[in-house]
């Protein structure tokens, strides 16, 4: 019996999302894109709307509004 060998590509899953977010005291809003790999802990920024910033924290990344300087509301 004779065994093909035939290369294996293993895909890594990843989820990609958007999160509106709110500025709780100026009422600003817009939409960040997010992803996330298989195995990574954090997830990745792709893309942070006019308005706001992104903070790290030790358990990923938090948005703030830019004019308020105060965490959103997602």
Same mark, same amino acid.
Request: one cysteine or more.
């Given at each position: 019996?004779e065994i093909?060998?035939?290369? /294996? #590509?293993i895909?890594?899953m ?7 977010l709110r500025c709780?005291?100026?009422?600003r809003i817009g939409?960040?894109?997010l ?5 990574d =802990?954090?997830?990745t920024v792709?893309?942070v ?5 992104? /903070? =790290?924290?030790?358990?990923g990344?938090d948005f #703030?509004c =830019?004019?308020?300087? /105060?965490a959103v509301?997602?």
């Open positions: 019996m093909s060998r035939f290369p /294996v #590509h895909c890594r990843t989820d990609e999302w958007s999160e509106q709780p005291r100026c009422s939409m960040a894109s992803l996330q790999a298989e195995g =802990q954090t997830p792709l893309a709307p006019d308005g706001f910033k992104v /903070v =790290q924290t030790e358990y990344p #703030h =830019q004019i308020c300087n /105060v509301d997602p």
